[in-house]
């Protein structure tokens, strides 16, 4: 085996987080479906479809750029650059954070 040939263990992490990625995105959209399923209705009608909204669309979101992504780190891998900085993680965990919160405010204010 050469010295050029890139190490497994790396492509296999790679492959970790874009599991992890599909993981979270189908946690994403059951979420979506579950609040506006299950959560009681609420004072403003249009919060719940909102919520549930925001949710699945952030998870189909990120499902289609995990992949994206994966294929962008394993090509930075192989060439031996640097791997490219996740600038999507950081939206996913804002939109998240706003539908906890709100969901939370929502279930305190229900009468």
Do not use: C
């Amino acid at each position: 085996m050469s010295d050029d040939r890139l190490d497994p263990r790396f492509s296999l992490a790679n492959e970790r987080t874009y599991l992890a990625w599909l993981r979270t995105s189908l946690g994403l959209v059951a979420s979506g479906v579950a609040v506006e399923r299950f959560l009681p209705v609420l004072v403003f009608s249009w919060v719940r479809p909102a919520i549930g909204i925001l949710l699945v669309a952030v998870g189909s979101l990120s499902a289609a750029l995990a992949h994206s992504r994966w294929q962008k780190v394993e090509a930075a891998l192989r060439a031996g650059e640097d791997v490219p900085a996740p600038r999507f993680a950081q939206a996913v965990a804002i939109a998240i954070a706003v539908a906890g919160f709100a969901v939370i405010l929502l279930l305190i204010w229900n009468p």
